[in-house]
């Protein structure tokens, strides 16, 4: 299967920082890519949509300048936390599909990312 | 909207037991549904994929069903073993969307 890379896998930093993760398809381009975020013991939040080239698409809720998604070329997009604040604790993970759409294609899920803000 | 229910919530058992995990979900417009197996602290590991129009996938000691009509799909795992120990989560793909929405998860603990 396509792999998808995260980096870093893991960042502690000091609140009112800002903190960038990076998501890359590996072996494949990505039209699409998706950013979730996992709280403990929970499942997985779906928190924006990001096409190459084109804005991203936040779900209800997530705070679009809080979380910023740059989706620059086919195989990397970005999510910046800014000003972080502990409250913004998780686990991040980002996810890919190919050209064709999800009918044609799964989604590849990144290894994710832990954050931890102190 | 769509959600997406799994239970049990939790679940403990023997070793060697063949075990069944259920998902369910509200609306049958949905691409695929995948099942996934994460460890603690862990990212995801993909397990199987169904594509709408498909009934089962298998592989190894699993096996899953889709029955989009009832909005449910079911995983089962043969012969339990204490290294499938994890949680599980399936996930629908929105048909008309790019969203993917998840199961409140399953989590799994076989005793050796």
């Known amino acids: 299967g396509a792999v998808v890379s995260q980096h870093p896998s893991w960042v502690i930093c000091k609140s009112g920082t800002s903190v960038k993760i990076e998501c890359r398809s590996l072996d494949f381009q990505a039209t699409t890519m998706f950013w979730y975020r996992q709280f403990p013991k929970q499942s997985l939040m779906l928190m924006a949509t990001?096409?190459?080239?084109?804005?991203?698409?936040?779900e209800q809720g997530v705070e679009k300048d809080k979380f910023l998604i740059n989706h620059a070329s086919l195989t990397l997009s970005t999510l910046t936390v800014t000003s972080a604040h502990p409250e913004d604790s998780s686990f991040y993970i980002c996810?890919?599909?190919?050209?064709?759409?999800?009918?044609?294609?799964?989604?590849?899920f990144g290894p994710g990312t832990r954050l931890t803000v102190l | 909207k769509q959600e997406v229910t799994q239970i049990p919530a939790a679940l403990s058992v023997p070793e060697g037991e063949n075990l069944v995990l259920n998902c369910s979900f509200t609306?049958?417009?949905?691409?695929?549904l995948q099942w996934f197996r994460q460890d603690p602290g862990k990212g995801l590991t993909s397990l199987l994929l169904i594509q709408s129009s498909q009934r089962e996938q298998t592989s190894g000691r699993l096996n899953a069903s889709l029955d989009k009509s009832s909005g449910r799909s079911t995983l089962y795992i043969a012969a339990s073993q204490p290294g499938d120990s994890a949680t599980y989560l399936c996930?629908?793909?929105?048909?008309?969307?790019?969203?993917?929405?998840f199961g409140t998860g399953t989590r799994l603990k076989v005793l050796a």
């Open positions: 990001s096409n190459e080239g084109s804005k991203a698409t936040y």
């Open positions: 996810s890919a599909i190919g050209a064709g759409g999800p009918s044609y294609n799964e989604q590849f």
């Open positions: 609306d049958s417009a949905i691409y695929n």
């Open positions: 996930a629908v793909f929105i048909s008309g969307t790019y969203k993917y929405i």
